[in-house]
């Protein structure tokens, strides 16, 4: 055991945030901190760091142990370079290499003993810059630079110039390459591109030491951790596995708890019944009898009934128009600014009743995208087109569409003004805006919130293509898992772009990837696309090598040709996967209507006036036997689709 945290509280004035918390860490182990926004994941940390005091209980470290943090928002403030400041991390070692160097220049002087003593020194002192890295301490600072994402131009950028995204990047270098003991990261992958992201995973799966992560990227947690500590309404609980196996067993745990809270409730109201029944007999034993129940259910030790989950915010997303097979024709598209080309002659169609996600590295153009297909900022050449009976619903992360001096009432009220007060409170009511919840001011709202208030409007739109930028951001993991419930099960269509992989593998039936000025096509999720990146890309680079060399100075006609062969086997692969997914849920629906209408026929042949009308329950036998036969068919063919869907 390298960390124990024992019986850890701490409160801010009345709102008890974290209640007797404890968990060990041990050496070598990742481990991933989780709870709800505001739970106090974040407090924890910088009480095992002691940047705060806990109320009560104690942080124990291992003898000698060291601990690297990293916070979610850096101040870093200094005239160094980018290289220099991570430079600044190895000074012991360039000391020593300059000892080194100086003990070999006096060695040119001396003889006889005064020689052999320095070159025993010398000698240590080799050894300990060997074990140190010494040698290659300069390549180890290029590598974590260019895996954060920095390219070699931005070495010499002065760090007092840089974003705080970029600040944050440049403090996290410093911490892995200060290899301490345990590292305590606070959301480090909230400024990562996804190939950053993939290298500091790499990165943390062979770092020797221990690994504590507060993060919202369950893709991330899943490749990393074996163990999750939960906070949760102020308590503490420890789960063993990565994020997945977590989510598993904390909704079986939940579920155990509920059917025992249930059985409980039925069982104390069967109590209460007979006791009301034995006062109401009025006589002296019945009343003891009902007075000793009484005493019994005094003494029972009441079973709590489990903290509800927010998977009271359902989200419906149902268009009342349904849009033409053809909903978004992309053609030549371009884009630079300034004189940077974000993309060059991109074309590319999206069908009705497809999830496509846009990914790339950051600056490769996808929010710039978005913007020009949602006529918010013009192309410099190419052309849009939209299918017929197409209504986008635009969801900004910026949330730039909110009006900051309006109220959560106001902002619904005036986009939506044939809603009645009623339906505007269980429209926010439905993305847990509650009581005085709805007069709170937007600009006096969390990145989340404002999330949540665009999401509720974007339902009430009606859309049926949805155009999203980044809207897990600021959402917990339970919401993010209602959104893409919410998303899997919409009828109209999606384009989005996105950094959470694990949403886009939950959500995506394609994904488009802005690289290198095109686009690469993948009909599938995000496992899929990992598996055929390096494959597609390079063929779509073949493909278009000649235009990506021209494409700040010329408009010929390149991206047609991105991945031709694969575009037309994917589509016809797609087309077929979307006919079995709409038999799917259509057979699903006519399953559901035939055991309604089943039960029905079973609640009526036992009514009295029918059950001695022998023709009557003929005919109602007759239209049962058809339902059943026909309710078998239906059943074999939902398993037939359903495995091929798999």
Request: glycine content about 6%; some cysteine.
């Amino acid at each position: 055991m390298i960390l124990s945290c024992n019986n850890i509280s701490k409160s801010f004035g009345i709102d008890t945030i974290i209640k007797d918390c404890s968990f060990n860490i041990e050496e070598h182990e990742k481990t991933a901190i989780v709870g709800p926004n505001g739970a106090g994941k974040s407090t924890l940390l910088k009480i095992i760091v002691g940047e705060l005091r806990a109320d009560s209980g104690l942080v124990t470290l291992a003898k000698d142990t060291t601990l690297g943090y990293l916070a979610q928002h850096q101040n870093l403030s200094s005239d160094s370079t980018i290289y220099d400041e991570l430079l600044l991390v190895k000074q012991d070692i360039i000391d020593m290499e300059q000892r080194i160097r100086d003990m070999e220049q006096e060695m040119q002087h001396l003889s006889g003993d005064a020689l052999e003593s320095l070159l025993n020194q010398y000698t240590r002192l080799n050894h300990e810059f060997e074990l140190q890295n010494g040698y290659a301490y300069k390549s180890e600072i290029t590598g974590v630079l260019k895996g954060l994402g920095f390219t070699e131009d931005d070495f010499s950028l002065q760090v007092n110039t840089l974003s705080g995204g970029q600040k944050t990047r440049v403090a996290l270098g410093k911490l892995l390459l200060s290899n301490p003991d345990i590292i305590l990261l606070d959301e480090p992958t909230n400024h990562l591109d996804m190939e950053s992201i993939r290298w500091l995973e790499n990165y943390l799966l062979g770092y020797k030491g221990s690994v504590i992560i507060v993060a919202h990227d369950r893709y991330f947690l899943d490749k990393i951790v074996t163990k999750v500590v939960e906070i949760d309404n102020g308590t503490t609980t420890v789960f063993s596995g990565n994020y997945t196996a977590y989510a598993e067993k904390k909704k079986i745990l939940r579920n155990m708890q509920l059917k025992e809270y249930l059985n409980q409730q039925r069982d104390i109201k069967h109590q209460e019944e007979v006791i009301t029944k034995l006062k109401q007999f009025n006589r002296e034993k019945s009343i003891k009898r009902a007075e000793s129940r009484e005493k019994m259910l005094d003494r029972i030790d009441r079973v709590e009934k489990p903290a509800e989950l927010n998977d009271k915010m359902h989200i419906t997303l149902n268009p009342q128009v349904v849009s033409g097979n053809d909903v978004l024709h992309v053609e030549h598209l371009s884009k630079q600014f300034d004189g940077n080309v974000l993309f060059n002659d991109i074309s590319f169609d999206i069908q009705r009743g497809e999830r496509v996600a846009i990914i790339g590295n950051n600056g490769t153009g996808k929010t710039t995208m978005l913007k020009i297909i949602n006529g918010l900022i013009p192309s410099d050449s190419g052309s849009i087109r939209l299918g017929a009976k197409v209504t986008i619903g635009y969801y900004d992360q910026e949330q730039q569409v909110l009006d900051p001096d309006k109220t959560l009432f106001e902002e619904i009220q005036d986009a939506y003004p044939d809603l009645n007060n009623t339906q505007i409170r269980n429209t926010l009511a439905a993305f847990l805006f509650t009581n005085d919840d709805v007069f709170k001011y937007i600009r006096d709202l969390s990145g989340g919130e404002r999330g949540r208030v665009s999401l509720a409007k974007l339902m009430l739109s009606n859309a049926n293509f949805l155009i999203l930028d980044e809207p897990t951001n600021h959402l917990d993991m339970v919401s993010k898992e209602i959104l893409e419930n919410a998303l899997n099960n919409y009828t109209g269509t999606v384009l989005y772009v996105s950094h959470d992989r694990y949403f886009i593998n939950t959500t995506a039936t394609r994904i488009i990837e802005l690289t290198n000025q095109l686009t690469v096509n993948y009909i599938g999720n995000y496992d899929y696309y990992l598996d055929k990146k390096d494959a597609l890309t390079a063929a779509a680079l073949k493909d278009a090598t000649p235009i990506v060399q021209k494409a700040s100075a010329s408009s010929q006609p390149a991206a047609a040709s991105n991945t031709k062969a694969d575009w037309k086997l994917s589509r016809e692969q797609q087309n077929l996967r979307r006919k079995q997914e709409n038999e799917l849920k259509k057979t699903e629906q006519r399953i559901s209507e035939i055991e309604e209408r089943i039960e029905s026929l079973d609640n009526e042949s036992a009514l009295p006036e029918v059950c001695n009308d022998s023709a009557k329950l003929l005919q109602l036998h007759k239209e049962r036997t058809t339902l059943s036969e026909e309710l078998e068919t239906l059943y074999e063919r939902w398993e037939e689709l359903s495995e091929a869907l798999e």
